[in-house]
């Protein structure tokens, strides 16, 4: 790929889309968005690898540079496999490449497809393929090495940030994922998503604020919440809710403490009597997915961390112990949130209410059903968050 002209920038915003399922023609909108933002924002520079069959084009993969309004670089070649973490993984070296080209002081990547949650996300339709969470977190690192074995002397480079233009990513296990192989941001929706998503202008929001964490978090909610798309002229904002957490390693292993203590807490108290309470509290709470017509999707077991965790604090016929650790759970959780934002009635999803839809989600089925629907092929309990927590435990007594 042919290098931009060296211009001292503050973030290097890598756009990783894979086109290669339905939302191709109206998700590549974020491209054109790029071209906007880096045109009035010089500190913004933009890597993109996209994989796409616009135009009626047999698949393939479009690979460029985006900076100062201008493409340049392009490559057209075969189709990759945007579901291969060893592609995912060559993208985020090649982003750090452009990033120490360019002496950006951050380094972002957005993934742009289908998300599943901590089942994952990045769906390849031709290969019947999806990337699981943890392979997402493990590409992340392994374009960091790549990065780092070829450049030495830049090897402290890393991903800041991860953007998940992908619905239900802003969850627990992703956070500690993300955060285990040293990412320090998240910014995501716990809710499903409409397309386009999350604009390009977060980039700028990125860059304007590499120095203060909560500006660029208010930033960045705020041109996702506010962005003002159109269907059959009416207007609509990509999310119902959304969150910029903070991965910071002690503030994570915080929240991931205080939820195995509840957790702990609550399948004890469930085996001495409890469990029709602590079941009902749960239960009470409303996952997500709250659309008409979602019966047949799996995430209604995905339910909004804090909000379940206050719910059960402030119930009466459990313990104080077990109250205050709900307590202790729901704070721990509180303190990853650097920004949110939720709709009271959103209008796209039939009015529906997220106004508890502050911070990321945890797994919590009351049903077999809901335990790992769609597993082995995708599933959502397969990561280190759901097992180190005990939440397996709990949910073994819920459902």
């Given amino acids: 790929m042919d290098a931009l002209p060296i211009q001292p920038r503050s973030v290097q915003f890598g756009i990783y889309r894979d086109g290669d ?28 690898q996209d994989t796409t069959a616009r135009n009626g084009e047999p698949l393939h993969t479009n690979s460029y540079q985006i900076a100062g309004g201008r493409v340049q670089g392009v490559q057209v070649g075969k189709a ?20 120490q080209r360019s002496g950006a002081k951050q380094s972002w990547i957005e993934l742009v497809d289908h998300g599943g949650g901590d089942g994952g996300g990045l769906e390849a339709d031709s290969k019947h393929a999806l990337m699981s969470m943890p392979g997402i977190a493990a590409a992340i690192a392994e374009g960091e090495r790549m990065h780092a074995a070829a450049h030495p002397e830049d090897a402290g480079r890393s991903i800041d940030g991860v953007v998940a233009n992908q619905c239900l990513m802003s969850t627990m296990g992703f956070a500690d994922a993300l955060s285990k192989v040293g990412v320090k941001y998240l910014a995501a929706s716990p809710e499903t998503m409409i397309s386009p998503g999350t604009p390009s202008s977060v980039a700028a929001s990125i860059a304007d604020n590499v120095n203060d964490p909560k500006a660029m978090a208010r930033g960045v909610v705020h041109d996702v919440m506010k962005a003002d798309y159109r269907i059959d002229g009416m207007p609509y904002a ?4 959304y969150d910029v957490l ?15 203590k509840l957790d702990d807490a609550l ?56 109250r205050a650790d709900a307590t202790n759970a729901a704070h721990a959780v509180e303190n990853l949130v650097l920004a949110h ?45 759901y097992h180190t927590t005990d939440e397996d435990q709990l949910a073994g007594v819920l459902a």
């Fill in 21 to 48: 399922n339905n939302l191709d023609s109206n998700q590549c909108n974020v491209l054109a968005q790029a071209v906007a933002v880096s045109k009035h924002d010089g500190a913004v520079g933009f890597t993109v």
């Fill in 80 to 99: 990759h496999d945007m579901a291969d973490p060893k592609n995912l993984a060559a993208f985020v070296a090649q982003t750090l490449d452009d990033a």
């Fill in 238 to 241: 990509p999310a119902a809710a």
């Fill in 246 to 260: 903070d991965l910071a390693p002690q503030n994570i292993n915080a929240a991931d403490a205080a939820i195995k």
């Fill in 267 to 322: 399948v004890h108290a469930a085996h001495v009597g409890e469990r029709t309470a602590i079941r009902s509290d749960v239960a009470r709470e409303d996952g997500m997915v709250r659309f008409p017509g979602s019966d047949g999707l799996p995430w209604h077991a995905d339910r909004p961390a804090i909000a379940t965790y206050d719910r059960i604090a402030a119930d009466t016929r459990l313990s104080a112990e077990v």
């Fill in 341 to 385: 934002a939720e709709s009271s009635a959103y209008a796209p999803f039939g009015g529906s209410d997220y106004r508890d839809a502050v911070g990321p989600t945890v797994h919590l089925p009351t049903s077999r059903a809901q335990i790992d629907p769609w597993a082995p092929k995708v599933s959502e309990t397969a990561n280190a968050f």
